[in-house]
Structure formats: structure tokens, C-alpha cells
């Protein structure tokens, strides 16, 4: 599912390891194809409800076993909008049936009645924060609202924007290794240091003493700060 141009999120990654020498190998999952025993970082883009549909029955058929069996083992992933919807327990559409997801997230999304849409400004989980900056920006738009149950914690709280229901203040959920959030735009260009994040977190589970050298965020840094302050 790449309705919204997510698959920047992906570019951002080959391409900041590719300054840095690191070898990148991208792999596209299809419909019916098993999970690959030798990733080392999964991403999973937004699509409309009849994507959903499609993707769910395949998710649950061909891969959840895998995709669990990888989420348990910290292998990274990032999961935006219609993804991180799927990675929950079920999404429940305005019509039709029940969507079940691959239950590695502890929540769960309802079909909404107002468009959440528009650039979005999160102050980061404290937890995360320590190699990540304090904020994250990106651009919402969805319907769907998200809930989460107790082994899922916020991405982050909403400084600017809807976030996960437009109740609560909350955007995004983490379990292990797993993130996903609302955040398209793509939100890896705009936020460089958690792009590292992710690909550190990949690196990690070979050498754990592994870290990446510096590279020059100032085009990056700049630009969100003007997603981040203007509004």
C-alpha cells in the first residue's frame, strides 16, 4: 500500500545507509509470498479501506505467524496508517465486515465520522527520545481512530494535530521494536535522526555495538522546522 507516498519513507533509508556505505537490499513482499527469514527491517505503507481488505486476508493467511515470530524478536518495523491500522486487532469500517488484524499492537481502529487531515506536530515518548529528537512531524489524514490497550505505548502526545482518535492526545503506538503512527508525508525526510534510529535498531541485532556516523541533517533540520512552526 503506497496511497499517500510512503514509500519515501523507504528511499530516506537506501539512501542515508548509502552515504554511509552500507549496503541496502529492498525487498517487495507480494500478495501470497511468505515472509523472508533474512530482513532486517520491515515497512508497511498506507492504502484505502478495499486495499485494507485485500492485504488484511492476505496478512492473516500467509504471514502473521512470520511477521508475530519477527515483532518478538526486536526486528524493526514501521507501520504508517493503513499498515499500523492492519498490525492492530481489527479495524472496524463505517459498512462491511470487521477487518482483522495481525494483533502485534495492543489496539484497535473504528471507522470514524470526520476527516482527520493536516500537518501534525508530536512531542516524541520520553522513552524514545534519548537518540531521537523531542518532536516528530508529519502530515495526517484519516478517518480511522485508533485506541490503544495496555502492552501498547504512545508514539507520542499531540503537540499540533489529531493523532490517533482526536481524543485523547495520543499519535502513533510502539511495542518492541514495532512503530507505527498516522505520519505520512513520507515521515522519514522530515525526521532524519529517528530514520536512524530504525536502521540502528536493524544494525543492532547483528553487532550491538554498532553506530552510524554523523551525517549533515541541516536541509533536513530545516525542513522540519517549517512543517513543525508553521501552521
Known amino acids: 500500500m503506497n496511497t499517500y507516498?510512503?514509500?519515501?519513507?523507504i528511499i530516506t533509508i537506501a539512501q542515508r545507509c548509502a552515504w554511509r556505505s552500507i549496503d541496502v537490499d529492498v525487498k517487495e513482499i507480494g500478495l501470497k509470498e511468505p515472509i523472508r527469514s533474512d530482513i532486517d527491517l520491515y515497512f508497511f505503507g498506507g492504502g484505502q479501506d478495499q486495499s485494507q481488505i485485500i492485504c488484511a486476508k492476505d496478512l492473516i493467511s500467509t504471514k502473521k505467524t512470520a511477521l508475530v515470530e519477527a515483532a518478538q524478536s526486536n526486528i524493526p518495523m514501521l507501520l504508517i496508517c493503513g499498515g499500523y491500522q492492519l498490525f492492530g486487532h481489527y479495524y472496524r469500517?463505517?459498512?462491511?465486515?470487521?477487518?482483522?488484524?495481525a494483533g502485534i499492537l495492543d489496539a484497535f481502529t473504528t471507522a470514524g465520522e470526520m476527516r482527520m487531515i493536516g500537518n501534525i506536530v508530536i512531542e516524541l515518548n520520553k522513552q524514545l527520545s534519548n537518540n531521537n529528537p523531542k518532536t516528530l512531524v508529519g502530515f495526517e489524514n484519516h478517518s480511522g481512530k485508533t485506541f490503544l490497550d495496555k502492552k501498547a505505548e504512545p508514539l507520542g502526545r499531540i503537540i499540533r494535530g489529531s493523532?490517533?482518535?482526536?481524543e485523547d492526545r495520543t499519535e502513533g503506538a510502539y511495542y518492541k521494536n514495532v512503530f507505527g503512527c498516522y505520519l505520512h508525508g513520507p515521515l522519514l525526510p522530515k525526521n532524519p535522526l529517528f530514520a536512524d534510529f530504525l536502521i540502528e535498531k536493524a544494525l543492532n541485532r547483528k553487532n550491538k555495538y554498532f553506530s552510524l556516523k554523523e551525517l549533515d541533517n541541516s536541509l533536513e533540520i530545516e525542513t522540519h522546522n517549517f512543517v513543525k512552526n508553521n501552521f
Open 93 to 101: 469500517p463505517k459498512s462491511g465486515e470487521e477487518i482483522e488484524g
Open 5 to 9: 507516498g510512503d514509500r519515501g519513507n
Open 163 to 166: 493523532g490517533n482518535n482526536g
